[in-house]
């Protein structure tokens, strides 16, 4: 028998992809809390870059496990820049609120907390972004070593 993956989301981690101005209200309250947002509100972009980058490795190795057959990390990852380029902060949120569904891990509390404040998932994007880019590019120089190699042989 097939064993299928199951994708999980719990919709307490999409609680911040809201219209109620509380939930917003009481969401950027946390932030406020964890240093995320200034006292006025601003994004506090070197703690949203490290949250950004935090753990992203572990999370980008297991993807790449899981999606080896279903088009890679590399088509994953175009999806992601995709939706960047356009801007679509909230889209590249549930995207990857998605695929931590798919790995089965809970998405972290500072990740579902980000769509309260539109300039702070942006930044979080970028940064991301940047990281998996990072991890994107040294699989293909891995893998175009390795085809180096195997000429030699």
């Not at 109620?20 to 949203?48: F, H, N, T, W, Y």
């Not at 995709?82 to 902060?89: A, F, P, S, V």
């Not at 998605?98 to 309260?116: H, I, K, S």
């Not at 539109?118 to 590019?137: D, H, I, P, Q």
């Amino acid at each position: 028998m097939k064993k299928y993956y199951l994708s999980h989301v719990d919709f307490s981690e999409l609680i911040n992809v809201t219209a109620d101005p509380v939930q917003i209200k009481r969401a950027r309250r946390r932030m406020q809390e964890l240093g995320m947002l200034s006292a006025e509100g601003r994004p506090a972009i070197s703690v949203i870059t490290v949250t950004a980058n935090r753990g992203s490795q572990s999370f980008f190795i297991k993807l790449r496990k899981r999606l080896r057959h279903r088009g890679g990390i590399e088509a994953t990852a175009a999806t992601l820049q995709m939706l960047c380029d356009r801007k679509d902060y909230y889209g590249f949120f549930l995207y990857l609120t998605f695929l931590y569904g798919f790995l089965e891990w809970q998405v972290p509390e500072r990740l579902t907390l980000l769509p309260a404040s539109w300039g702070s998932l942006k930044c979080y994007c970028t940064a991301f972004m940047a990281a998996l880019n990072r991890f994107v590019s040294s699989i293909t120089d891995e893998e175009f070593t390795d085809d180096e190699d195997q000429e030699d042989i």
